[in-house]
């Protein structure tokens, strides 16, 4: 969960008690677990990432009924490029034991389209990850107040 503390700005306290709202919908201990829902799933990484002035790329961890386990930033880079290891993400999954995996990171650059190297790196997570049998699900690139879905756009 998110804390909120004196030393936060009001826009960051209105962010923190959104993330909260929304972790409480997709929380692992409730019956409606499940990240079946888009819109859920756009609105969370937009919260989590839309923010940061540099790149960040993070993966939401699902078990086999798309619960989430776990949200973490995985790697941080520049206001325009980021390092993305296929290992340190195999080495995130098996960590915690995920069945499926929702890729997300953000464009500082105000563009949600995909370069050239989002596509590849997209495709080189899929191919490692299915090595383990973890399904990638979508890859969110966020940018602002709009985000691009590679699910959405036939991509994967």
Do not use: Q
Not at 46 to 56: D, F, G, N, P, Q
Not at 57 to 71: E, K, Q, S
Not at 96 to 111: D, F, R, T, Y
Not at 123 to 140: P, T
């Amino acid at each position: 969960m998110n804390k909120i503390n004196a030393d936060m700005s009001h826009d960051d306290i209105i962010i923190a008690s959104a993330l909260n709202i929304l972790e409480k919908r997709i929380s692992y201990s409730s019956d409606d677990l499940s990240m079946t829902s888009p819109a859920i799933c756009k609105e969370y990484v937009k919260l989590h990432l839309a923010r940061y002035e540099h790149e960040v790329f993070a993966c939401l961890w699902l078990d086999n009924r798309n619960r989430v386990i776990n949200f973490n930033k995985v790697f941080r880079g520049t206001i325009d490029v980021c390092s993305v290891h296929s290992r340190e993400i195999v080495k995130n999954a098996m960590k915690h034991n995920a069945a499926a995996v929702i890729l997300a990171h953000n464009h500082p650059s105000g563009v949600s389209e995909p370069s050239a190297a989002d596509r590849r790196i997209t495709e080189r997570l899929i191919n490692a990850l299915a090595l383990i049998y973890v399904r990638v699900l979508d890859h969110f690139i966020v940018s602002g107040s709009d985000s691009y879905s590679f699910a959405e756009s036939g991509l994967l």
